[in-house]
């Protein structure tokens, strides 16, 4: 399965077109990203650390990482809310 077999999203900021700070490239795909910590690794209880959203630009492959509700991702053909 390719990483980028869904159709990609354009994201907003609060309301502002994000676009990648290395190509400029407007298009990404999406995933969650787990943010490990030395002492919940130690314990055997990764799952309970907390994710970022990372965007992924399918022109250069870069990894943006967010935390927080600022982003918004809108499906690049139908122009709708993903």
């Given at each position: ?28 795909t ?10 919940l ?32 991702l ?9």
């Amino acid at each position: 399965m390719s990483l980028f077999s869904r159709p990609p999203y354009v994201a907003t900021i609060n309301g502002d077109v994000f676009r990648c700070v290395v190509c400029q490239g407007g298009l990404f795909t999406s995933r969650s990203i787990k943010l490990n910590t030395g002492a919940l690794e130690f314990l055997d209880m990764a799952w309970a650390n907390k994710s970022s959203l990372g965007l992924i630009c399918t022109h250069c492959g870069y990894v943006h990482e967010f935390l927080g509700d600022a982003v918004q991702l809108w499906d690049s053909e139908s122009g709708e809310r993903a």
